[in-house]
Every structure is written in structure tokens, then in C-alpha cells.
């Protein structure tokens, strides 16, 4: 089972930036789309922005101007770059396979807090 480790999150204020990355344990990324998904508190986890192997992203309306997806295949590793972050922002963010399910692994998350 390859290992997802999400890292990058914290607290940041409001307009500010992160970059999330989540780090495989092996080559994946080019092989299966990958996503970045995040859970509030009180809510359902959604889907945030994908990336398929051929590199076609999507964003969902909320994050789009805001979020860019990229990977790097050298690295195993796909990157989440977060501008001009907002408090609805704030989740836990996961990265997973594209699509991804509740009895699916997932790893532990990277908390993103953005507060004033």
C-alpha cells in the first residue's frame, strides 16, 4: 500500500499563503490522478483540486485564482500552492487517489488554519 504524507500546513492570516505537499512512497502520481481534499470542522471532507497523470488539473469554484496543483515526479511529490487564503479556508487537507473513499487509506492531514 503506498504511503500519502501530507506537510506545509499551519496558521496563516487572512491573504496569506501556504504550500501544502503531500509525499508518496513510491512513483504514483503520474501513473493515478491524484487530489487534494479537506474536512472542516462539522463538515463533510470535499474534494478541492485534482491533477490527472497527463497533468490536466481542476479546482473547485471556491479555489479557483487561488489554488495551484503541481507535481513533482522526481520527488514523488505533489504540491498544493494556497494564495490569498481566506478563514473558510480553514480545514484539514488531505491528499488521496482521484476518486477517493471514506474506506479508503487516507493519511493523517496537515491542519491550515487561517485566522486573524
Known amino acids: 500500500q503506498v504511503q500519502l504524507v501530507e506537510s506545509g500546513g499551519g496558521l496563516v492570516q487572512p491573504g496569506g499563503s501556504l504550500r501544502l505537499s503531500c509525499a508518496a512512497s513510491?512513483?504514483?502520481?503520474?501513473?493515478?490522478?491524484m487530489a487534494w481534499y479537506r474536512q472542516a470542522p462539522g463538515k463533510q471532507r470535499e474534494l478541492v483540486a485534482s491533477?490527472?497523470?497527463?497533468?490536466?488539473?481542476y479546482y473547485t469554484d471556491s479555489v479557483k485564482g487561488r489554488f495551484t496543483l503541481s507535481r513533482d515526479n522526481a520527488k514523488n511529490t505533489v504540491i498544493l500552492q494556497m494564495n490569498s487564503l481566506k478563514p473558510e479556508d480553514t480545514a484539514v487537507y488531505y491528499c488521496?487517489?482521484?476518486?477517493?473513499?471514506?474506506?479508503?487509506?487516507w493519511g493523517q492531514g496537515t491542519q491550515v488554519t487561517v485566522s486573524s
Open positions: 491533477l490527472t497523470p497527463g497533468g490536466t488539473t
Open positions: 488521496n487517489k482521484n476518486p477517493a473513499y471514506a474506506t479508503d487509506y
Open positions: 513510491r512513483n504514483i502520481f503520474n501513473i493515478i490522478p
